[in-house]
């Protein structure tokens, strides 16, 4: 309705002697700028009057005036209707086209599961969107075939102002629009908070529909017919004071009378109208209202991820340049850029930003936390309050100290009436309950011009934008009163006395105890709120609405320091997360940024922490995007220890890479309880290269088993494994609810016997769900072959297998090609680097290739003796157009490849006599170097050692080398280094694992030690033998030592070092003293 209706409408209702008075008032009783002369009055109808006053003050300011002058004629009556009215039309005008601004929130399939007590705002911060299956609201209801008779039922959870409303409007637009869903063929739209205003009362399903939309009165028998596909939206579960017992006796028949309840629950339960869709939304604390099993699918609502954040803040700000500014800005406060998941709050960022840009002022003093945020917007509603009382005030003579005294009653009361809605654990509430606290609401909506930025309003229903809003005004009133006798934390006398001869300081101390004690954190953001209004340039702000605050410029050194106090003494990162955020409100960041700069030094690992920091390092982790997508624990704690303290790190993130680590069963233990949370994200878990052995994968199993479990990929190469480990993992991959799709075993002792594991109904049943296995250097033979044929042979999902460095031969690969021919098998990769493969081998492989050409894609026979006949047949399946083989590795063949173990990899060392120190000698054709006194007539060369008594070998490794040396007398280390290390001088940079470039074992009286660039790790293995093993697998960057035994031959590992090689490296040997010697040992 125009306001000029509006008007004309209330002037109708003046009697002419009324008439009359009004347009002496528009004559005499306004400022002089605002009177409108006699003379354009004179004869004037009703109608000439609204033309008049809308010509002289503008629409809005003639409703204004209107309602001041209907004020001293005493005929509130009529005042009373055109205020709601106008509101009501400035909602309206207000409001932008959902199309406009929409923008898409990002819904998953499934939720986090069961009631979270924690605040919302807490659950948003710690809120990481990258493991879900996201869904489109489009296909919500796509998920069954048309065929079905039983309609759909969706459980959509979403925290408060999340979006879930919001997107419920959407779907109805498209499909009004006639953009999706057109096999619905109606939408009934019934919000709870509605509903409850009826509940007592009894409907049959058609009354129920046509009290909702009366327009379908006369309409409803033919629209609850079978033949029409309905969807029944039923929003705000949370907000339902309806019980919803799903043992209700059953209602079947549309037009039978009964309780609301009972109708809504046969509804939910399938039982009235069947074929009907139905779609709930709800917070996730009120889920436990229905019954979760007849629902399907059930998503939630995460609000909006980081593109979806841009996206709206350009639909939302026209100006670009402006959008650009403000989301700069945002981006570099992360408290306020994660709690723009939250869409509401977006909004009320954009409306402060703006505000201050327009009013000229730049982005330096912007807010940077919420408890700044939303100051702000409670000054620009006040300024909006204050510039819709001026006409009034124009009109009643009022001056502007009477102003402000009602706004800051208004204020004062809005934040008593949040606050003992707080206490009382309620969120909606209604005129009574404002009357109650003296609050006219249709007042407060009149002359704030944006109230309903405040409140949501429903029929006679209203909340708060968001919980944390009504936390901030509760706070706002607690800092007011703080040190009055009406302060509501103050219970007895006693405390009130107390509290007059407190500091600032010793007052917050006492809340921040209360939060800490607090078992859900319900106290949180409202600490955080309390804390942030003592700044004293917040405390300037909230003077402008309350003149009598008096700003205590006393220093919050003291609280701060206490903070820091508790985050050092607790144990708990749950507990310490809230008060690094009040730190940041109170302005210090000192614990944060310490720890940043140890990040971007990159010295983290090596610094001693004190517990403050430690907790300081989870918190910059956890709130870390990088992190949150992959967190390597080499970078920081790499230790069991560490882990531990890390561990709500590992729960954040996607892919935690904690290889290498030095890591025990200890960490196992730690990491099965992140696997059991439904809260976790984990699906990558590397674990290569720690001594976790049989007992802490036993421990990991315990978590991968948990139904919450969504790890899918798990890499457990060189952890000490056996045969054990091998049935632990098959129990998990024989549960129903296993993700588990890559299994990585490479380098440990499994043996036929690891994989040869029995299942009562299939012979390794446990594979057919895995995707990629790799088994290399496990120890295998043709035994293993022959069972893994089986799984191939099966309906499987195997697409990769990886068996390099095991000795499988022509009659392991025979029996694998059985299974490589059959329909069922899909393998696109297979590896089988260094088995013993021959020309025999391949033939069989080519016979495979030719019986199902139509999977594999990749085939590596790298390290094997093929032959060229071999060669030749292979080569021929990569050149059949039929055929998908793409990759065929053949690199490093030759007969030295079919020698058992690591003899295949046997490489020829002589010592080169330009690199030798002068005090050594090589005798034996340079493949032996000892310890002299006497100084030996090398000449002058720069590539020799002059200090350390140290000599490299000629030849350059790359690929796969393994050597064998024997050594005697004091000792002597076995190193690889590049060919760039120092030789001249005393200094680390020339010595043999004391820098980048070097890498050694000492042997001594049977004792080993490995040190790189200095940092020494104590093997705890000992041996009677002499004689060492080296073997380097120069791609994939390992270099393994091993003690072997000159009678037997066996080897006995010692270490594996782990790096990424990028140049050639040459083996090398020190010796400690006259009597020490190391010789290269010819390797049958």
Known sequence: MSISKLLLDILEELKIEDLKKFQWHLINSVEDDKRIPKSHLENTDRLDTVDKMVQKYGPNGAVEITLAILKKMNLNHLAAPLRTKHSENKAECDRVPIKDTYTEVYMIKGCTGGVNTKHEVRQVEEFCSKTETAVTLSDLFKVQSTENKHGTKVLTLGIAGVGKTVSVYKFILDWAEEKCNQDIDFIMYLPFRELNLIKDKKYNLSELLCYFHNELSGYEKEILNEKHRLLFILDGLDESKIPLDHYQKKVSIVTKKTSLDRLITNLINGELLPSAHLWITSRPSAVNKINYQYFNPVTEIRGFNDPQKEEYFRKRIRDQDQATTILSHIKTARSLYILCHIPVLCRISATVFQEILKNGADMKNAPTTLTE?????????????????????????????????????????????????????????????????????????????????????????????????????????????????????????????????????????????????????????????????????????????????????????????????????????????????????????????????????????????????????????????????KFELKKFRPSDKGLKGLLPVVKNTRRALLSGCGLTEESCKSLTSILQLKSSTLIKLEMNNNDLQDSGVNHLCAGLKSPHCKLEILRLSGCGLTEESCKSLASVLQTENSTLRELEMNNNNLQDSGLLIHHPLTELHYLLYLLFYRLSGCGLTEESCKSLTSVLQTENSLRELEMNNNDLQNSGVEKLCAGLKSSHCKLEILRLSGCLVTKEGCSSLASALRSNPSHLKELDLTYNHPGESGVKLLCARLEDSHCKLDTLRVEHAGEIRIKPGLRKYVCDLTLDPNTAHTRLSLPEGNRKVTCVWEQQSYPEHPERFDHWYQVLCRESLTGRCYWEVEWSGRGADISVTYKGISRKGVSGDCEFGCNVKSWRLSCSNNRYTVTHNKKKTVISATSSSNRVGVYLDWPAGTLSFYSVSSHTHTYTHLHTIHSTFTEPLYAGFGLWGSDSSVCVCKVE
């Open 373 to 629: 945020m939303y100051l702000h917007f409670l000054l620009f509603f006040t300024e909006q309050m204050t510039e819709n009382y001026s006409i009034r005030q124009s009109t009643d003579n009022a001056g502007s100290s009477e102003t402000r005294r009602a706004k800051v009653l208004d204020i004062v009361k809005l934040g008593k009436f949040a606050f003992h809605l707080l206490q009382k654990g309620q969120l909606l509430f209604y005129e009574n309950d404002l009357k109650e606290c003296g609050i006219d609401f249709q007042e407060a909506l009149m002359y704030s011009g944006i109230c309903t930025q405040i409140f949501k309003l429903g029929r006679k229903i209203y909340s708060f934008v968001h919980l944390s809003f009504q936390e901030f005004l509760a706070a706002v009133f607690v800092y007011l009163t703080l040190r009055d006798e009406g302060n509501p934390l103050l219970k007895t006398p006693l405390e009130k006395m107390k509290c007059l001869k407190h500091t600032l300081c010793d007052l917050l101390k006492t809340e921040v105890d209360k939060a800490m004690r607090s078992k859900n954190g319900h106290l949180d953001i409202f600490l955080r709120f309390l804390l942030g209004l003592s700044l004293e340039s917040n405390q300037t702000l909230l003077s402008s609405l309350h003149p009598e605050l008096e700003i205590r410029a006393e220093s919050l050194e003291e609280i701060v320091n206490y903070i820091k106090k508790i985050i050092n003494r607790s144990k708990s990162f749950e507990k310490t997360f809230n008060l690094f955020h009040c730190l940041s409100e109170l302005n210090d960041n000192s614990l944060t940024s310490e720890i940043q700069n140890f990040l971007h030094s990159g010295d983290l690992a090596t610094q001693t922490l004190s517990s403050a920091q430690c907790s300081a390092l989870v918190f910059v982790l956890v709130r870390s995007e990088e992190i949150q997508e």
